[in-house]
């Protein structure tokens, strides 16, 4: 059952769509692309498995706004460009300090400890997240994940090792944002954690259906292995 509700995070309305499929609940953490349907299709279809999803927008302090069409996103420079200093204006900062609001919001379908997964800018999320609120979540899974490591003293990497959950990280072989000499800084952050570390035959995206880099093969391996890490920690 998929319904969409508005939670309150200061002076501001957020919208957080819900699938419900169980007791167990999940944090799922969007792309850079924004809310659209086939963010739904991947929530419905964890949903489906016995969990119930909470996927917050955000991007709500820039709402409303339309997700840019992915292939175009993918294909012009100049959407890339006029998307990304949009979407730019919704920093790290910003929606890390939303989790308190996402986590009351969740606990009031499900009990916890929770699972998280993210996508692209996502997967980055729902690992900071995992550092972040380590009481609060036992499985913790990225897909295609960007921007892990960067120049900064700050760098999301740094905080890895306080995760106590369990991790599944899903990288690309084809991608600029993550590179394979990051995948190792990535990999030895989180050497005290439960990891299972992939790297699937595909390009950075290639899970959601609407971009132009989507591979079914390696979605469906996605579901199966996030699924798997849901199961085994959340029961």
């Known amino acids: 059952m998929h319904s969409q509700i508005e939670i309150q995070i200061g002076d501001r309305t957020c919208r957080v769509e819900h699938f419900a499929g169980g007791k167990r609940g999940v944090l799922m953490f969007h792309d850079g692309l924004g809310m659209r349907p086939a963010m ?3 929530a419905a279809s964890i949903a489906a498995a016995g969990y119930h999803v909470a996927m917050p927008d955000l991007f709500y302090r820039m709402a409303p706004y339309d997700a840019p069409d992915p292939k175009q996103l ?3 420079p100049a959407v890339l460009a006029a998307w990304w200093a949009k979407a730019q204006s919704n920093t790290a900062e910003m929606i890390l300090s939303d989790l308190p609001s996402y986590l009351a919001n969740l606990r009031e379908y499900a009990p916890g400890p929770f699972g998280a997964t993210g996508y692209c800018m996502g997967g980055r999320l729902a690992l900071t997240a995992g550092a ?6 036992v499985a913790v899974a990225a897909y295609h994940p960007g921007r892990l490591v960067t120049d900064a003293a700050d760098s999301p990497h740094q905080l890895f090792g306080k995760i106590r959950a369990a991790v599944y990280v899903g990288a690309a072989t084809d991608d600029a944002t993550f590179s ?9 952050a989180l050497a005290g954690t439960d990891l299972t570390f992939e790297v699937y035959p595909a390009k950075h995206g290639w899970v959601p259906t609407d971009t132009p880099v989507h591979d079914a093969g390696c979605a469906k391996r996605h579901l199966d292995t996030l699924l798997d890490l849901l199961g085994r920690r959340l029961g």
């Open 40 to 42: 739904h299709e991947l």
């Open 74 to 76: 993918f294909s012009d």
């Open 180 to 188: 394979a000499e990051h995948q190792q800084i990535v990999k030895d």
């Open 132 to 137: 972040l609120h380590p009481d609060d979540f």
